[in-house]
């Protein structure tokens, strides 16, 4: 049974990876809007991932005796001015959801609530592999700087990134 606390802090987190994947929804729409049909292809998908981690907070906090709260949708930005701002804004909002979910950990082991401590265990590792990607996007997009050739390359590779299928929220 979850505590008042806990089911609190995972109802937050349940909003903050809903607002991830309008997030990424809003710009993947933009760059196909835009003609970069690969990195508009790598923020759907991204955007697939963030509902799937929503999904399994949900199912966690109902099936731990707590009630799981849907939120409501908030506008995301419509228009970005470029793919490094993209990624750049990308890589920020990851790494403030890293220190959320940090904060989640943190309430768990004060509460001594050690099955949702290793629950967000998962949330923790994936944290990690979302920043290196999004660093790494990044450091490419640096290096292109405005060459159009490299941007078209680029959008070209960031394709293969986003062809893998979306893991389901119950075997991830
Ligand atoms: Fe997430
Ligand atoms: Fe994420």
């Avoid at 979910?101 to 949330?123: P, R, S």
């Amino acid at each position: 049974m979850l505590s008042k606390k806990i089911e609190n802090a995972l109802n937050h987190q349940i909003k903050l990876e809903a607002d991830s994947s309008q997030f990424y929804l809003a710009m993947a729409s933009w760059a196909e809007h835009n003609g970069l049909n690969g990195a508009a292809s790598f923020l759907y998908r991204h955007s697939d991932e963030e509902r799937m981690h929503m999904l399994k907070l949900v199912h966690y906090v109902n099936e731990r005796g707590g009630k799981a709260i849907i939120p409501s949708i908030q506008q995301p930005p419509t228009s970005f001015q470029s793919l490094s701002h993209i990624f750049e804004s990308l890589l920020k909002h990851e790494i403030n959801v890293t220190k959320e979910i940090n904060k989640v950990v943190g309430a768990c082991l004060e509460d001594k609530d050690y099955t949702t401590h290793h629950f967000m265990q998962w949330y923790v590792a994936e944290q990690i592999e979302e920043e290196a990607l999004a660093r790494t996007i990044m450091d490419k997009l640096k290096l292109i700087g405005n060459d159009k050739g490299g941007l078209y390359l680029f959008d070209r590779d960031i394709q293969t990134l986003a062809n893998a299928p979306v893991p389901s929220p119950k075997t991830a």
